[in-house]
């Protein structure tokens, strides 16, 4: 609040460790350390999207004229500018009628690229050192197969593989670190009760509840109490 540096005592520092482990170090490694290269991957791939769709990367198309043509500064300026103004723009695509010279593609499109395999494979592996499922993160590599149902399951995935994993390392490093100053008897854990996403489907509940009751396998108070009813009856 003084916005003034304090020393901390190495002693009263707890570190909560990513459990992604560094190969060669054997230590554990923040997850975006991990899969820096993917990272850089996926980086580069977008600024060469952007290139490609700004300027193809490369001169879009080369016009070859005989090298004896002897063209003037200004007449090759004039040239790019009528193939650009019959051939640019929206007019890409259109068919070009050369006379004197030879029209050359110089670079691929975006499905010679196989652009979006380039894309998927960076998103997957930066998806998974985080543990996050594809299709919980909106990445396309997710997204391509996602349905409501595989987005409600990859949301609860996350929460119990992900999550609820890294809570209880967490729990258990405060707890041991802790203990030292509170004693042994110190216990921290992580309350999950009102996750949305780990709660079962209220008509499943209901489902299950209603077919026990209806199979005498449970009492009437006790269903009314599973369904999170009022156990208001009368005595039996």
Not at 15 to 24: G, N, Q, R, V, Y
Not at 187 to 216: C, P, Y
Request: negative net charge; aromatic residues 8%; proline residues 5%.
């Amino acid at each position: 609040s003084t916005g003034q540096w304090m020393r901390v005592d190495k002693q009263d520092v707890i570190a909560l460790k990513w459990p992604s482990i560094d190969p060669f170090t054997r230590e554990p490694v923040p997850p975006l350390v991990a899969v820096a290269r993917e990272v850089d991957m996926d980086t580069e791939a977008t600024r060469y999207a952007y290139a490609l769709l700004a300027n193809d990367a490369t001169p879009r198309t080369m016009i070859e004229v005989d090298g004896d043509a002897g063209l003037t500064a200004t007449e090759i300026d004039a040239m790019k500018a009528q193939f650009y103004a019959f051939h640019g723009g929206d007019m890409r695509g259109s068919v070009a009628v050369l006379q004197g010279g030879k029209l050359t593609r110089a670079s691929l499109n975006m499905e010679e690229l196989a652009f979006d395999a380039l894309r998927r494979v960076p998103e997957a592996r930066i998806s998974a050192v985080f543990g996050v499922p594809p299709e919980y993160s909106g990445l396309t590599v997710g997204l391509e197969h996602s349905t409501y149902n595989n987005a409600t399951t990859a949301r609860a995935v996350f929460y119990e593989d992900t999550i609820m994993q890294l809570c209880a390392l967490d729990a258990d490093e405060l707890t041991h670190d802790l203990a030292q100053e509170f004693g042994d008897n110190l216990m921290i854990e992580h309350d999950f009760s009102k996750v949305v996403a780990l709660q079962e489907n209220q008509d499943a509940v209901w489902t299950r509840v209603s077919t026990a009751w209806n199979d005498g396998l449970l009492g009437q108070r006790e269903a009314r109490r599973l369904l999170g009813l009022a156990d208001d009856l009368p005595p039996d």
